[in-house]
């Protein structure tokens, strides 16, 4: 995964309102970049499977602040809404 997109890190070290919003937010960039190189990856996001790309995103998130497990449903909701925005397209 060619890493062009700066994850943001959360506002407070702790949990606070909005924090899942601001998670989607920060990893939305690069989980579009990802579904652009790896079509593989978002459908094994979908089914809430972290391979490879997958993993060294959640661990990029979790370097700048985000715990592994706010990542993972980051990645897996970003995924599917990937995944229903394309199928708009079609309908």
């Known amino acids: 995964m060619v890493e062009s997109h700066a994850i943001s890190a959360p506002r407070h070290a702790s949990d606070y309102p909005g924090r899942q919003a601001d998670c989607l937010a920060a990893l939305r960039p690069a989980v579009a970049e990802l579904a652009a190189e790896s079509q593989d990856s978002i459908v094994a996001a979908m089914g809430g499977e972290m391979t490879g790309d997958l993993l060294t995103l959640a661990h990029e998130a979790e370097g700048v602040g985000w715990s592994f497990d706010e990542a993972r449903d980051a990645i897996e909701k970003?995924?599917?809404?990937?995944?229903?925005a394309k199928g708009t397209i079609f309908d």
């Open 78 to 84: 970003l995924a599917r809404e990937y995944e229903g």
